[in-house]
């Protein structure tokens, strides 16, 4: 059901007008704002579908190297051989140089980074609406403008609007893809001509922290073009489809001349920020592709079985390529968020260019057989 609120409404309900992206967005993402409201461990029934995680754990390939770590978890990993080429051995993994990655705790801390880094007076972002908080969150909070231009309707990100709307005080323009909440991707033949073309005005950095749920073709990551061109970078995260989220690691891969500049700006006198137990996991997680494919075959299923149930309760799901869904929830009257957690059911709901919208993590089939039970005993809308 269409919402009746109207967009001027909406601006001053959401607060989007005098706060900015960051708020109305960071319901979206893990609560920044100290301990999870939920304490997990004490509630086991609990379906936790609210921050898009793996739910089927990590790799028994990364298990085994954090344990075979642990003695030796008392040393730098640059003190270790094992360890002293984790960048190089990531690196390689995507065809780069180790030159071309900056290893950060968690892709959330690259996309702190360069704005901060990127800062100048008067300087704006460019970005999508609705799209990942926190690098729009942290852009605002140091005094840039945000130009988020709305999805397309088909939901996907308008690049033709977002490049023109690039102008000579736009420092950064940031683009995920697939992007999140939306769950649509674009085509690598569109991204790359984006690419290209923004990169001749600024900076553009592509976060493909779900790419690897696509299936090739379109899983082709713009990692080759950031190397060579010293305007485009690339964030990966390990936290979703390696389901180290808890263990913190991610990069940011670009131009020599480029890493060069913003590893100069962070940690350069603490040496390095990651665990050894996390980067030991990440390079065992890496070579274990068999754990990635089982990972990315059951969330298809239990993906497409989601959105297969709420199309037949008429309630016109995005078509998600991700391992979230986004449904608009018509004229549901209430948190529905705070609704699902009364049923054990922990989501996420906001409102989006004036509709209000559900956001649901894939879990496992159990999981989401159990979500939809829910959905049809109670959705009334
Ligand atoms: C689009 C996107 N980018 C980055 C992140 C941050 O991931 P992390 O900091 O765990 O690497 C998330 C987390 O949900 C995300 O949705």
New binding site residues.
Partial sequence: MPSTINRRNWFKQTSFATLGLGLSMRSF??DTEGLPKTNFDSQKSLINLS??ENPYSISPKAKQAIIDMIPWASRYSFNLDGLKDARTTIAKYYGVAAENILLTA????V?DLVPRFLNKPNGNLVTADPT?F?LPATAKKIGYSVNAVPVGSDRGLNLPAMLSAINNDTQLVYI?NPN?PTGTYLKPGAMKQFCEEAAKKTVVMI?E??IDFLDAPDNESMIPLAANNSNILV?R????IHGL?GL???YVIGSESRIKELEQSYFTESQIAISDLTLAAAMASLQDEEHRLQVKQKNAAARDYTLKSLREMKLNPITSYTNFILFPLGNYDGNFADFMMTKNIHLRSNTYLGEKWCRVSVGTMDEMQQFIKVMKETWKA
Wanted: charged share 15%; aromatic share 12%; proline share 0%.
């Fill in positions: 993402a893990h921050s898009n968690g892709s959330g801390e996309l990942f926190v995920v999140n976060d922290a779900y964030t995260t390990f936290s979703k989220a913190r690691i991610g």
